[in-house]
C-alpha cells in the first residue's frame, strides 16, 4: 500500500441495481492536494464524491463494492468496515454542495451548527465560529451581523458560509461538489483562492465543470467517462 496516500481506492465499483454506474477503480491520491474530477453529466461524479463520506447510502439504493481506505488522524481507515463510526467520519470528511444551503438561523447558528450536533458547549463556540469565518473570508463582511438571518447573504457569501461550516470540525478531506457553479465571476475568483488556501490544511476532492478553473487550480485532474475515472493532468 502507498503508505503517503490520503485516499485510495481498490476495486472500487458503485451501481444502482443491475446497472454499473462506475468502477472497477483503483486511486492513490495524495494529501494537501486538490483533485478534480470532471467529466460528462450523468458520468457519475457527484455519487463518486458521496462515497467518500458514505452519503449515498441515505438514498437507500445502489451498491458499493471493493475497498476505501482513508488515512484520517494518522491512521488508515477501512471506511466500509461494519464497526466504523459514520458521525467520526462525517466529522473528519466535510462537505460543500453546489447550491449554498444555509439553515433557516442566524450566521452564528449556521457556522455552529456542527459543534452544536458534536455537543460542544456553548462557552466554546464563538471563538470557533470566528476562526471557522476568518479562515473562510467571510468574517470582516459578516461581524457585524452575526444574528441575521443567513438566507440574507449574497450567493458567494452564502457558499463562504458553508465552507466554514464545514471547516467547524477541522476535516482532514473536503468533498466539493462544483462549489462556483451557482455563482458569478468574482464570488467563483474568491473561493478559488480559498480552496488553494484550505490545501495546505486538507485535502480536497472537487467536482467541477470548469475546466479553466480545473488547470488553474489542481493538482491532479482526472476524468469519468465510460464508467472509468482516467487522470488527464
Ligand atoms: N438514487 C438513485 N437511484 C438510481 N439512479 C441514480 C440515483 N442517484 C443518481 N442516479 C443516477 O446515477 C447517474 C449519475 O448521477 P451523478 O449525479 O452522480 O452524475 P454526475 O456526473 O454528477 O452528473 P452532473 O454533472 O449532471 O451533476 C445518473 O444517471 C443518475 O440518474
Not at 486511486?27 to 494537501?32: I, Q, R, S, T, Y
Not at 480545473?214 to 476524468?223: C, G, L, M, S
Request: with cysteine; proline share 4%; aromatic share 6%.
Amino acid at each position: 500500500m502507498d503508505s503517503s496516500a490520503k485516499i485510495i481506492t481498490r476495486s472500487l465499483t458503485f451501481s444502482y441495481g443491475k446497472r454499473l454506474l462506475f468502477g472497477p477503480i483503483d486511486l492513490a491520491l495524495p494529501e494537501n492536494n486538490i483533485i478534480a474530477v470532471t467529466g460528462p453529466s450523468g458520468a457519475g461524479k457527484s455519487t463518486f464524491l458521496s462515497i467518500f463520506n458514505r452519503l449515498w447510502e441515505e438514498n437507500g439504493t445502489g451498491h458499493v463494492s471493493g475497498t476505501v481506505l482513508l488515512r484520517l488522524a494518522g491512521t488508515v481507515a477501512d471506511i466500509y468496515r461494519n464497526d466504523l463510526d459514520l458521525s467520526a467520519l462525517r466529522r473528519k470528511v466535510g462537505m460543500v454542495f453546489q447550491t449554498p444551503n444555509p439553515l433557516p438561523m442566524s450566521i452564528r447558528k449556521n457556522v455552529a451548527f456542527p459543534l452544536f450536533l458534536a455537543g460542544r458547549r456553548e462557552g466554546e463556540r464563538d471563538h470557533l465560529v470566528e476562526r471557522a469565518l476568518q479562515r473562510a473570508h467571510l468574517f470582516d463582511e459578516v461581524k457585524d451581523r452575526l444574528h441575521e438571518d443567513a438566507r440574507n447573504l449574497s450567493g458567494g457569501q452564502q457558499q463562504r458560509l458553508c465552507i466554514a461550516r464545514a471547516l467547524m470540525l477541522e476535516p482532514e478531506i473536503l468533498l466539493l461538489d462544483e462549489p462556483t457553479s451557482s455563482l458569478d465571476g468574482t464570488s467563483s475568483a474568491g473561493i478559488e483562492a480559498l480552496l488553494v488556501e484550505l490545501r495546505q490544511t486538507c485535502t480536497l476532492l472537487m467536482v467541477s465543470h470548469y475546466q479553466d478553473q480545473v488547470r488553474r487550480i489542481a493538482d491532479q485532474v482526472f476524468e469519468m467517462i465510460d464508467q472509468n475515472l482516467v487522470r488527464i493532468a
